[in-house]
């Protein structure tokens, strides 16, 4: 699944850090490069509302397996004035909330005249990667109503300059369930800057209803109910589509909504969708899933009111400019072992159409409605985002309404659930459901403040596997490790990964919620999609010898933190493999002097998408992901001599002569440094005695930059009459440079000029600019 | 001037050739004398002989000596030898030849270990010139760390400027070790 968002903004990342992989073919990898644990980083979005017994909660989850996070929670009232909240500490892999209610109790005087009912929220923190989650669950426990929403503005992008400006649309659904029911529209600008947004809402046909231009300051959040919007119109529709239009940075404006009836106790959250999606995308089977869908007469262990019945629905809204054929099907476990399948009938849908899927008509006493749960199934040709699907189960109340987010069915890495909560009287369920035809081992860990538990989950294929957070930690079960879930946790997350680990991929479908049978509140929790959000290479530029090999690794660092170094599936190549030959398992290996570069991909690989799943119109997205950076190959090809300081000789008494400490680095024939050591400098010089090159440095091998030093370099002088100088005859030094087994002819030369009061040494045969003449004392 | 005399050249190069003559027949006298009896003394003492005499050369009264190095022949017999060699080596560091002390360490660093560490300590007293010291802590390279690189961090603040800065660069490239600026 490639997710045009994660492409553009890492391809911009890249570029604000000047990165260039060296990369072929048409279709570039994205970059992870890596950032300092102390790059700030942000989220903002979320709708937070007081009016009557609204409750607002806001929620964070540190995706950090082993760090801890101190993050600034802010809020931003309805003109976009800030209040900042005390930080709070997130545990490793922990969770926290934040009672806004409370929080509003506490607004500075000389702010207290811009409190809003409603507005929205941000959070900041330092880290390396988008690391923490942040949803928003608005809860009237008197009228039974729930509203939730997370954040999605990141502020690196939203916050960035104009120059990430760019046309946005944004789409969802809407409808109203009752004659009571109204909605509204909440409309949010994180950007710095004031936005302009169209807003059309349709009908059920696509024909436009309403339109609204909103102007937007900077944080301002802004609430368009539909009674207002559609005036005399409401009531003769009941469902509809919504699209809104803006320029800017990605989620520069984020559109959220929200239905209630407070007379019977109805509320829902459709998502609004902003299109990140590449355009051109290939056609291709489509399939969405909305795992445990509560159907027929409700589970006497979750304590609902005797006769409580649970009836689905589903409102689908067709994107695309051309119809859509959509088949439906609901899963139910039945009794037996193999789960039950429900076909639905196919349903066709104009271009913009939207429309409540008729489940009554498919189910008679005939061909009852499983009791239990389901999961549902939307089928058709065309392409990812196409067709938009706001699904759940509502009793004959209306009261408990049970939200199911759909998610396409593609294959991702692990997934991180982000919250589930015991507190007072709540209670969480996780719906996991294997749609693949195979059967399929997972690990479901429940993280929670001091420790973990861990689920192993075997599902057969089209199995599921429901969780009930209160009947699990009641049943006083260890899991694999011993491990139990202490009896004063109330909340916590999770994660879900194949048996092997967070990296295996899975093809299941999750839902989460937290629910209060009470007061018959349900709100969905986030899933995200745990992925890589760095790809390095170490080191990221290489420096070998001709026919010298250098050993390159990469590393991919996981959202969790996790880091998994040369992660099987890396390829490997050259820009120019004439120049340098990298094996399968990064070994460089020089074939002539020249520049070229290095790079690392990993093919679809998973990449964390810091929001929402349910907030996405396509699955999880895996990527091309690469690294790369520069090889230059090193031909040894002279001596360059940055020093030579005076040194005294070992003359023997009554002897004199002049002395140098003559200083070299090993040069390539583009005057680059070799900093490589062990490399061995040998001389020729003229000697009746000596047979060839011989090492002289001291010591006799160069360090680790390439250097090395010559000394003593001079002649000591006996019997020079008193007052004069005396100088031997110049001679002339040659070089070679041994790295085992391969020598290097050296260009350069020195003459050497010694006497009894001074010399000379010229360091020649180097590009001219790089030869040296020292002179110290007298010289004749 | 000697440099520019024709004459003296000459008489250079005869000496030079008279010089390998002398050599090549030492050698082959010691190498007698090194099967009937191998003493370390003498096989050292002909060893730095013969190597030191390569760069002694005269011009007329003049006397020159330059350093040469030390052939992989020469080096072989001292590594053959080993920490037998030290004892003569020791002695011989207070010898009176152009460069003897040089060459001393030199050789000494070709048999290496903790056995020469006592020698080099020697070699690195600041009476000693800086070129011997400087190739005295090259050669604790050839020593264990654990006892090379305490002795080079008390050299890396040396009076001689030189001495100084080859320890910290020994320090830094050779055993990635910080020094105090």
């Not at chain 1, 260039?20 to 890596?34: E, Q």
Request: aromatic content about 8%; hydrophobic content about 40%.
């Amino acid at each position: 699944m490639k997710l045009l968002t994660v492409l553009v903004s890492l391809f911009l990342l890249q570029m604000t850090l000047g990165i260039t992989p060296a990369f072929g073919g048409a279709s570039k990898p994205v970059s992870l490069p890596k950032f300092s644990p102390h790059t700030p980083q942000g989220m903002e979005g979320g709708f937070w509302k007081v009016d009557n017994d609204f409750d607002p909660v806001l929620r964070l989850k540190n995706v950090l397996l082993n760090q801890p996070l101190s993050v600034t929670p802010i809020l931003y009232f309805a003109d976009g004035t800030e209040y900042h909240l005390p930080d709070v500490t997130l545990e490793p892999a922990g969770v926290t909330q934040v009672n806004i209610r409370i929080a509003l109790q506490s607004v500075p005087a000389n702010i207290q005249g811009h409190v809003s009912t409603y507005g929205m929220a941000g959070i900041s923190y330092q880290w390396s990667w988008p690391a923490v989650i942040a949803s928003i669950q608005n809860t009237d426990e008197i009228a039974s109503l729930t509203i939730t929403s997370s954040f999605r503005a990141d502020i690196r992008k939203v916050h960035a300059g104009a120059a990430e400006s760019q046309a946005h649309v944004t789409r969802g659904l809407w409808w109203l369930p009752t004659a009571n029911a109204d909605g509204y529209l909440v409309l949010e600008n994180p950007s710095l800057s004031p936005r302009q947004v169209d807003v059309q809402f349709s009908d059920h046909n696509g024909n436009a209803l309403a339109t609204q231009r909103v102007s937007l300051p900077s944080h301002a959040t802004t609430l368009i109910s539909f009674s207002k919007a559609f005036g005399a119109v409401r009531g003769a529709e009941t469902t509809g589509s919504v699209e809104i239009h803006y320029t800017g940075p990605e989620y520069g404006v984020i559109a959220y909504a929200g239905i209630e009836d407070d007379a019977v106790g109805y509320s829902a959250s459709p998502i609004m969708i902003e299109d990140h999606l590449d355009p051109d995308r290939p056609v291709h089977q489509v399939t969405l899933s909305a795992p445990g869908l509560l159907l027929g007469n409700a589970d006497p262990a979750m304590l609902f009111p005797s006769g409580t019945y649970f009836r689905p629905y589903a409102y689908l809204h067709n994107v695309s400019a051309n119809p859509l054929q959509v088949t439906l099907s609901l899963v139910s476990p039945g009794s037996g072992e193999v789960p039950q399948t429900y076909s639905l009938g196919q349903v066709t849908l104009k271009a913009g159409q939207t429309s409540q899927f008729d489940f009554e008509s498919r189910f008679d006493s005939a061909k009852p409605l499983p009791n239990g749960y389901g999961h549902l199934t939307a089928t058709f040709n065309g392409h990812d985002g196409d067709l938009q699907m706001s699904t759940g189960s509502v009793d004959q109340s209306q009261s408990y309404v049970f939200e199911v987010n759909p998610s396409q069915q593609v294959d991702s890495a692990s997934r991180t659930l982000c919250f589930w909560s015991m507190e007072g009287d709540n209670d969480s369920m996780i719906t996991v459901w294997n749609y693949k035809a195979v059967a399929q081992d997972l690990v479901l860990t429940l993280y929670y403040s001091g420790g973990h538990y861990k689920i192993p989950i075997h599902l057969e294929a089209r199995q599921s596997y429901n969780l009930d957070m209160m009947s699990l930690v009641r049943s006083r079960i260890p899991d694999p490790d011993g491990a139990l879930i202490p009896s004063n946790v109330n909340s916590g997350s999770g994660i879900l990964s194949g048996a092997g680990g967070e990296t295996d991929k899975i093809s299941v479908a999750i839902a989460a919620s937290v629910f209060n049978v009470r007061n018959a509140t349900c709100g969905g929790t986030c899933t995200t999609c745990n992925g890589a959000t760095e790809f390095t290479m170490d080191p990221d530029s290489y420096a070998v010898l001709v026919s010298g090999t250098q050993q390159a690794q990469t590393q991919v660092t996981w959202n969790t933190g996790s880091v998994y170094t040369n992660p099987s599936g890396t390829s490997w190549s050259t820009a120019s493999s004439s120049i340098a030959t990298v094996s399968s398992v990064g070994t460089l290996t020089g074939q002539a002097a020249g520049q070229t570069g290095v790079s690392a991909i990993l093919d679809d690989y998973p990449v964390f998408a810091e929001n929402c799943s349910g907030d996405m119109a396509g699955g999880c997205p895996d990527e091309d992901i690469g690294s790369g950076g520069p090889a230059t190959v090193q031909l040894p090809a002279y001596f360059f001599s940055p020093t030579a300081v005076s040194a005294n000789g070992d003359c023997a008494p009554g002897q004199e002569g002049s002395f140098y400490n003559v200083s070299y680095y090993v040069a390539d024939i583009f005057s680059a440094r070799v900093s490589q050591a062990g490399m061995i400098p040998e001389e020729l010089a003229p000697s009746d005695y000596t047979i060839g090159y011989e090492p002289f440095a001291t010591p006799p091998t160069t360090d680790a930059t390439g250097a090395f030093n010559d000394v003593p370099v001079g002649t000591c002088f006996g019997n020079v009459p008193p007052g004069t100088n005396a100088c031997a005859q110049p001679f002339t030094v040659t070089y070679l440079l041994t790295i085992a087994p391969t020598v290097y002819l050296i260009n350069t030369s020195t003459v050497r000029l010694d006497c009894a009061l001074g010399q000379q040494l010229t360091v020649q045969g180097n590009p001219v600019p790089q030869n040296k003449t020292y002179t110290q004392g007298i010289i004749n | 001037m000697i440099r520019s005399s024709p004459v003296v050249f000459g008489v250079f190069v005869w000496c030079a050739l008279i010089a390998q003559l002398g050599v090549g027949l030492f050698a082959h006298a010691q190498s007698t004398s090194q099967a009937l009896s191998p003493d370390p003394d003498s096989v050292v003492a002909s060893l730095l002989d013969r190597i030191l005499k390569r760069g002694e050369t005269s011009q007329g009264t003049i006397s020159m000596s330059r350093w040469v190095e030390p052939t992989a022949e020469d080096l072989s017999v001292i590594k053959r030898m080993g920490p037998s060699a030290i004892p003569p080596l020791d002695r011989s560091f207070s010898g009176n030849r152009s460069f003897q002390r040089f060459l001393v360490v030199r050789l000494l660093r070709e048999i290496g270990g903790p056995e020469i560490v006592p020698s080099l300590r020697r070699a690195l007293n600041p009476q000693v010139p800086n070129s011997v010291r400087v190739a005295a802590l090259a050669a604790l390279t050839a020593t264990p760390d654990d006892l090379a690189i305490p002795l080079i961090k008390a050299y890396a603040n040396d009076r001689d400027p030189l001495v100084a800065q080859r320890a910290r660069d020994l320090l830094v490239s050779h055993y990635n070790v910080a020094v105090d600026q």
